[in-house]
């Protein structure tokens, strides 16, 4: 080494000293770690018990039957899965204007809560709550005669459905609807039914318009039939509209909140997660961030575990406490490998 490089280092920028075994780079990268407890996994659940569909967009990622269900969760509980966000997809049963089957007593969600809760007693459940997947419409709130949303009676709706999700047994209820006032409305219904302290609501907070969600509408069935979602889903570059969501439904009394999609959006995760610390964060890495990230790795662009825990340590770095990922299995399976010794 020579004198002048010696004379010339700053003891301070020597960054090397610091990162030269994989434990003192944990030790950097702790806030970012993924465990089971960071970790939420969306699931399908279709009227056919004993079926299971694969879903084409999303390879890897498949509907349920009830039955079928139960066999595919059972060893993903025993590698530490933690908690699940539930989906329902109908093909037998009608869909109308005002989603009469979200939650009539031959939904798929409202049959299987209890099942799920009585197999998985320490799996904690949140449910979508939404009216796309049982619309005739496909749109997400009930619509006027002139084919707008009408707010008031939507939101009513979407608190009735809510109330049965939670009476069958849902620990958390998600509203992705983006109709405005559904928080204080969700909340109102819990309250008059004496279910204040054993349910919880998960804010689909901002949620954005996005071109991400292609493959889930295939997986829902729930692509609105005519128009697009841009009156109640926020403008992708509404940074500030994604702020005031933000503070609507803490107001209204969310005690989760959500960013979605991610990848596009992280700027939004660190402002909501620097103004309300105090909150547990949600992220939703939504279908075609998924479909995207298994296509780069099968065309070789990168190997999918280096990449992907990559990915979802940096969605922890930006604020996040909880991601919601179809990945979740195969991150199950990464971490119990690693504390194999
Ligand atoms: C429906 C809903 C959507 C998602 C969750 N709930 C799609 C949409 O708003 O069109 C997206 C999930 C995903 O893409 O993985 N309200
Ligand atoms: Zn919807």
Redesign the pocket.
């Known amino acids: 080494m020579s004198e002048a490089y010696k004379k010339m280092v700053q003891k301070k920028h020597i960054l090397h000293s610091s990162i030269f075994n994989q434990t003192m780079r944990d030790w950097h990268s702790l806030k970012t770690e993924i465990t089971p407890k960071n970790l939420m996994y969306?699931v399908f659940i279709i009227e056919a018990e004993n079926e299971l569909q694969e879903i084409p967009s999303m390879p890897g990622v498949a509907r349920y039957g009830i039955n079928k269900l139960k066999e595919y969760l059972t060893p993903l509980v025993q590698k530490g899965l933690t908690s699940v966000l539930v989906f329902g997809v109908i093909s037998s049963l009608s869909k109308d204007e005002s989603a009469t089957n979200a939650d009539s007593p031959n939904n798929p969600v409202v049959q299987a809560l209890p099942l799920l809760r009585k197999w998985f007693p320490n799996l904690t459940i949140a449910c979508?709550v939404?009216l796309?997947p049982y619309s005739s419409h496909g749109h997400?709130g009930i619509l006027t005669d002139k084919g707008h949303i009408d707010n008031a009676r939507s939101i009513k709706r979407i608190a009735e459905i809510s109330l049965a999700y939670a009476k069958a047994g849902a620990h958390i209820i998600a509203p992705?609807?983006m109709m405005d006032g559904r928080i204080g409305a969700i909340k109102s219904i819990l309250i008059e039914n004496d279910l204040q302290n054993t349910v919880s609501v998960l804010s689909y907070t901002c949620k954005f318009a996005s071109s991400?969600?292609g493959?889930?509408?295939d997986a829902?069935k729930?692509a609105p039939a005519s128009g697009d979602?841009k009156c109640y889903?926020l403008p992708p570059g509404g940074a500030g509209v994604a702020l005031r969501a933000a503070e609507r439904d803490v107001e209204e009394g969310a005690d989760f909140l959500m960013v979605k999609p991610i990848m596009a959006y992280m700027d939004i995760l660190k402002q909501v997660k620097d103004k309300y610390p105090e909150y547990p964060m949600f992220v939703?890495q939504?279908?075609?961030e998924y479909s995207m990230i298994y296509g780069a790795a099968q065309k070789g662009v990168f190997d999918l575990k280096t990449a992907l825990m990559e990915i979802l340590g940096s969605y922890r770095r930006a604020g996040a406490d909880v991601i919601i990922t179809y990945y979740t299995p195969l991150v199950l399976d990464w971490i119990a490998l690693k504390h194999k010794l």
């Open positions: 969306p979508d939404c796309c997400c992705s609807d991400f969600y493959p889930f509408r829902a729930s979602r889903q939703y939504v279908s075609g």
